[in-house]
């Protein structure tokens, strides 16, 4: 069963996107990775939205480019931790994104990450690391691979 959603606002941003999937994957945590836009299909999202939790999305990871609001708007929506992911796609390379995505008004958090992959990877290592508290299997298997990422960096270049 699924326990985090990942949303992207379009086929495009997946590039971008896959190093969350791919983390939690290794992670063994299981993922739905979905096109959604809020702007372009809306009740697609309030649709997934409405069922999330039943499902058993405990946390969901949001990327989108441009004047990002999926991040935003899903957290409107739900109760569930979103994170959020500034997809750099758009001709200002995602400064757009990061501040639309990071500047939520008081009262709806969004934890956004950095631009493009590298924030779309520590955002499933986050995700990860919020279901690892109260698991301890998975706790054990990013343990390890935190060893394994230290163990990856040469002591002379
Ligand atoms: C945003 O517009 C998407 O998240 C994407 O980053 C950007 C461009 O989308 P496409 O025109 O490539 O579908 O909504």
Do not use: W
């Amino acid at each position: 069963m699924a326990r985090v959603a990942i949303l992207m606002g379009s086929p495009s941003d997946y590039d971008e996107m896959k190093p969350a999937e791919e983390v939690l994957a290794r992670l063994a945590v299981e993922t739905d990775v979905r096109v959604i836009s809020a702007h372009r299909t809306p009740d697609r999202l309030v649709r997934f939205l409405a069922g999330a939790e039943d499902a058993g999305i405990e946390l969901l990871i949001c990327g989108a480019g441009g004047a990002a609001h999926l991040a935003g708007v899903t957290a409107a929506h739900t109760l569930l931790p979103v994170l959020g992911v500034p997809i750099s796609s758009s001709p200002l390379s995602g400064l757009d994104s990061l501040l639309s995505t990071v500047q939520m008004p008081g009262g709806i958090p969004v934890a956004t990450f950095g631009i493009g992959r590298s924030g779309a990877k520590n955002a499933g290592l986050f995700a990860a690391a919020i279901l690892a508290r109260r698991d301890p299997a998975l706790r054990k298997r990013l343990e390890e691979l935190r060893a394994e990422e230290s163990a990856r960096v040469p002591e002379r270049p």
